[in-house]
């Protein structure tokens, strides 16, 4: 088939996509030669609203289709589509119907076809691997929708995302972590095995001395399980190969809490309301910040005395706290402990580098919650927006970041 043929196929709004050299135009449109060649010319009604909605989406680098139901015929296509990939729109077209360009580009028409039986207003978002005309692979996410129109026909409109920068961003993100893992695990391992020969031969040291190595010892293998938790070359090779979740229950956060208390061999005492919401996050990103809190209350509280967990309902979120029997943050430190480095009056002695609370609150801050100090000094609450029954998240009204210590 000839490219001047194309409307036999794509409809008359589709002729000038799979040109690439102009971008689709409504018959309105091709009557004046004036009008912006990237759009349908924007007018009353909804022809108007599609060809804006459609630009914002191009202006931020996607490509924008729409695809009528339920014969699966490609109505738009961004012309960005053969920029990208090097394929016109009548081969998309093609891959949608199952006819050819199988192996470039069957996995996306598969995925359109397959997602046009959507029920109208679910939202479908997944990557799919393509490859270019020169046939090299290049990764896309595909988020797609079925609406209905005016007319009682239904569309499948989406947009496709390049993945090639954020895979590039990955794969450094991944060399940089197994540099840190070895740069760390190298120096930790000397000072390992050189304070387990202490040990062995400390038979004549007093107590005090004794002490003091096991505290390197303990302090040593709690940076090693760090790097096996966060920088193991295995949790490294799965970050962009496997869908992180991004949803936690509240609950899930209470149990892992009360689990460190029982390993550290202490009393957990749960204060939470039922039902308890989702939150929207990186689950292992908040259970580290109230792992942060735990570690905080075990350290400054008398061994064998009891922490308790709370969780209740707060405006359109779920606040939880951690509360322990110790005496509590000095009020002259009050307004300091969640800067960077900062340890208080009180930590004298006591291991620790003055980081934890800074990333508690950080990590809390980035997932638009509010981490902040009980009047007494005794308790940490920690605020974050919950997920509606929608599945929408509810983000608080105003939120400080961690420079604005103003709610201590």
């Not at 009557?31 to 060649?37: D, G, Y």
């Amino acid at each position: 088939m000839q490219r001047g043929e194309s409307k036999d196929i794509l409809n008359d709004n589709v002729n000038c996509t799979i040109d690439n050299r102009k971008c689709p135009m409504t018959r309105s449109t091709a009557a004046n030669p004036h009008a912006p060649a990237s759009l349908e010319r924007p007018g009353a009604g909804a022809a108007g609203t599609d060809a804006h909605f459609r630009t914002i989406a191009e202006l931020a680098g996607d490509i924008a289709i729409s695809i009528d139901l339920p014969a699966r015929t490609l109505r738009y296509l961004s012309p960005a589509f053969s920029a990208l990939l090097g394929h016109e729109a009548a081969e998309l077209q093609a891959a949608i119907a199952g006819k050819g360009g199988q192996e470039a580009l069957g996995a996306l028409g598969t995925h359109l076809a397959s997602s046009g039986k959507m029920p109208p207003g679910e939202r479908r978002v997944e990557e799919v691997d393509v490859r270019n005309a020169d046939g090299h692979p290049v990764g896309l996410q595909v988020i797609t929708t079925v609406v209905c129109n005016d007319d009682a026909s239904c569309s499948l409109v989406g947009l496709l995302r390049d993945l090639s920068p954020q895979r590039a961003h990955l794969v450094d993100q991944r060399r940089f972590a197994s540099m840190l893992n070895h740069e760390f695990r190298t120096p930790l391992a000397t000072i390992d095995g050189a304070i387990q020969r202490l040990e062995a031969t400390a038979q004549g040291a007093d107590e005090a001395v004794r002490q003091r190595y096991r505290k390197i010892a303990v302090a040593t293998d709690r940076l090693i399980a760090m790097l096996d938790e966060y920088l193991s070359p295995d949790r490294m090779a799965a970050i962009g190969k496997v869908r992180q979740p991004n949803t936690i229950a509240a609950r899930e956060l209470l149990e892992a809490g009360v689990q460190q208390l029982r390993e550290a061999g202490r009393a957990a005492v749960v204060e939470a309301e039922e039902p308890t919401p989702s939150l929207r996050g990186e689950p292992e990103g908040l259970r580290l910040a109230l792992k942060v809190l735990i570690d905080n209350a075990l350290l400054f509280s008398p061994a064998g005395s009891k922490v308790t967990l709370g969780a209740r309902r707060s405006g359109n979120g779920l606040e939880f706290t951690v509360r322990d029997e110790g005496p509590g943050v000095p009020p002259e430190d009050a307004a300091c402990i969640f800067d960077k480095g900062y340890r208080g009056s009180n930590a004298a002695g006591l291991p620790g580098s003055g980081l934890g609370l800074y990333m508690a609150r950080s990590i809390v801050d980035v997932h638009g919650g509010m981490l902040r100090l009980g009047e007494d000094g005794k308790e940490f609450r920690l605020w974050l927006p919950a997920l509606d029954i929608s599945g929408q998240q509810q983000l608080a009204s105003s939120s400080p970041n961690s420079d604005n210590r103003t709610d201590h």
